[in-house]
């Protein structure tokens, strides 16, 4: 099994950027698909993007489509989440999740999809 582990979370003020990494630690993170999912104060969690286990296809939410994007480094057992042009929007804790598939093109949108959860990093975007 792998475990996620986030970092790069912090404060920025909007219209600013931030990169957010997680290591997946335990297994080999290319058996995986990816993706990330945030959790604003007071609300439910969310999809944000997704990568496929071969790297070919990404995802996003409406959201954050044209500002964040996802990529993977499998040789490094790592994805990341570059955010640009940030929002107060955007605020919430962001979460890694890894999720096992066959189809190496898939992208997985849903919470039920994954398997294996980090434990989060803090996203404060201001005014």
């Known amino acids: 099994q792998v475990q996620p582990v986030e970092s790069g979370g912090g404060s920025v003020q909007a219209g600013g950027s931030l990169r957010l990494s997680c290591a997946a630690s335990g297994s080999t993170s290319s058996n995986y698909v990816l993706g990330w999912f945030r959790q604003p104060p007071g609300k439910e969690r969310e999809f944000v993007a997704a990568?496929?286990?071969?790297?070919?296809?990404?995802a996003y939410s409406d959201s954050v489509k044209g500002r964040f994007t996802i990529s993977r480094d499998n040789a490094k057992n790592t994805v990341y989440l570059q955010m640009n042009s940030l929002k107060p929007d955007d605020t919430a804790n962001y979460y890694c999740?890894?999720?096992?598939?066959?189809?190496?093109?898939?992208?997985?949108?849903?919470?039920?999809?994954?398997?294996?959860w980090g434990q989060g990093t803090q996203v404060t975007v201001s005014s």
């Open positions: 999740a890894a999720g096992t598939r066959d189809n190496s093109y898939y992208t997985a949108r849903y919470g039920y999809e994954y398997t294996y």
């Open positions: 990568i496929s286990k071969n790297d070919l296809n990404t």
